[in-house]
């Protein structure tokens, strides 16, 4: 373990375009669930599609029923150490950005500036009808005061959270920049991420073919351990802490 952590260290010190890449394993440990653990509230509500979204009211309120219950759940969640040694990075030139699966937010209150939320972002609502975005805080207001489908300020529009739904295209904007960071990058750390399903699997092995030294921080073993230049099957925090105090 301590001659991987060796190995990533070096590489981290040559490296001045590192890049990450962030799943749901980073933020567990701020009490955020893995959406595919039992128990959490995504196990116990169908999933909505968008098109259903779009087309029934009653999958509207069925999927804002539970981003209701969600929201209480998350709203006290903090950033923790992995989030804050990435910030920290970033500051000190070291990291270009964060791409992340994940739409808790955390990154960003860690400090990190550049964060590429290929999934959207929990912390926001958006109408469908005139685009207008409004805090998530605020739509939560529209649902306690008894709304089963939040309605736009402006024109009264339905609201959808700003999360990318299943069936609904990545945001083209956030991909292609994700991509040009991956493309550039010298050092990609996967954190977190069991890098199964796109653009997860492919971002890092696009990064590695261009030259990017890759490391794989995850705690279960993922397709792309082969081709990657060094492997930690460890907590996502420790080993950021490590990797940052001895930098
Ligand atoms: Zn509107």
Sequence with gaps: MSETLDTIVAALRKANRAVAFTGAGISTDSGIPDFRSPGGVWS????????????????????????????????????????????????????????????DGLH?????????????????????DCEKRVSAKRVQEHLEAGEDVPKCEACGG?????????GQNLPADVLSEAQRLSAESDFYLAIGSSLVVQPAAG????????????????????PLDGIADAVVRESAGETMERIVAEL
């Excluded at 960003?108 to 469908?128: F, I, K």
């Design 44 to 103: 116990r509500y169908k999933p909505v599609m968008y098109q259903e979204f779009l087309a029934s009211h009653e999958a509207r309120a069925r999927y804002w029923a539970m981003k209701k219950e969600a929201f209480r759940d998350f709203a006290d969640a903090q950033p923790n150490v992995a989030h804050r040694a990435l910030a920290k990075l970033e500051q000190d030139g070291k990291l270009r950005g964060v791409i992340t699966q994940n739409i």
């Design 108 to 128: 960003q209150d860690a400090g990190s500036r550049v964060v590429l939320e290929l999934h959207g972002t929990n912390r926001e609502a958006y109408c469908l």
């Design 158 to 166: 339905w609201m959808k959270p700003a999360t990318v739904s299943f």
């Design 203 to 222: 971002l890092p092995v696009f990064a590695k073919s261009r030259g990017a030294f890759l490391v794989i921080l995850n705690r279960d073993e993922t």
